[in-house]
């Protein structure tokens, strides 16, 4: 199986499958039926031994509880990341006004997240069929934390694991700024299918961000700064305010529309 051949077949399940599509029965109104969630998916492939993995374990970064790809899959010998963005109608969407997310985005947060979990199995499928090791770290019971010193992390981070294959830096508000920009959702799985990878196009951890501070005054919360980034008690506690009234949707994702890194690289 080649990186091609994962690729294609992810494109394709994107498109084709029914559930990157509101159903009549999940839509929030009838006029969201049929609305696509995600655009085709875009990937990047790292090595498992990188060292920024063992820097994630510093307390500056993640934690000592972070796990490395190794000691999720001790065999692993590639670590896929991918990244879904959000179609342009759900972004355009939530961008109509910054005091509360759009229906259209809260599909694309509850549904997608769906998808995303669906998309991943899929691929992960694929490589165990073929007779290779996999694992999603997302899906696997290690993942969670316990305890309310540990309520904003987790034992893996799709965004620092993205940054370490190459698929984008961090922006301010904390998000990942791919070439299809910040509007959408990550994923990653460990196999142990040698893969050719991709070197990290960029130095910096915000290269790809321009610092203009717009997402800043889109977030209806006042979580995000220059000085400390995004505060994510706050943006936490914005978002169970929605859940409380849309149950069991929820999300924001104010700063991630209407923003440079909306939907691509931004030129600074």
């Not at 969630?37 to 970064?61: C, H, N, R, V």
């Not at 209806?220 to 009234?245: N, T």
């Not at 991630?256 to 939907?263: A, D, F, L, T, Y």
Request: proline letters at 6%; glycine letters at 10%; aromatic letters at 10%.
């Amino acid at each position: 199986m080649t990186r091609n051949e994962i690729i294609n077949c992810a494109v394709a399940f994107t498109e084709e499958s029914s559930g990157n599509y509101i159903s009549p029965e999940a839509a929030i109104s009838h006029e969201y039926t049929g609305m696509k969630i995600y655009d085709s998916p875009i990937f990047a492939f790292g090595a498992p031994d990188d060292e920024l993995y063992i820097q994630y374990k510093s307390p500056e970064i993640i934690g000592s509880h972070f796990i490395a790809p190794c000691e999720w899959l001790p065999a692993a010998r590639t670590v896929i990341s991918f990244f879904l963005p959000y179609t342009e109608r759900i972004r355009m969407a939530n961008a109509r006004d910054y005091d509360w997310p759009s229906d259209e985005w809260l599909h694309g947060r509850y549904e997608g997240h769906m998808f995303l979990k669906n998309l991943a199995t899929y691929v992960n499928s694929l490589l165990l069929e073929a007779g290779y090791e996999s694992l999603i770290p997302a899906d696997d019971p290690r993942y969670s934390l316990s305890g309310t010193d540990t309520m904003y992390t987790s034992r893996w981070s799709e965004r620092h694991v993205a940054y370490a294959c190459g698929l984008g830096t961090f922006g301010l508000s904390g998000g990942i700024i791919t070439v299809k920009g910040m509007g959408g959702r990550l994923g990653s799985i460990l196999t142990n299918l040698d893969l050719p990878k991709d070197s990290r196009p960029y130095v910096g951890v915000y290269d790809h961000c321009t610092m203009c501070g717009v997402c800043i005054s889109n977030c209806p919360a006042g979580a995000i700064s220059h000085e400390g980034g995004k505060v994510h008690s706050a943006c936490s506690g914005f978002l169970d305010k929605v859940r409380e009234k849309h149950h069991p949707r929820y999300g924001c994702g104010k700063c991630q529309v209407g923003v440079p890194c909306e939907s691509g690289k931004p030129v600074k």
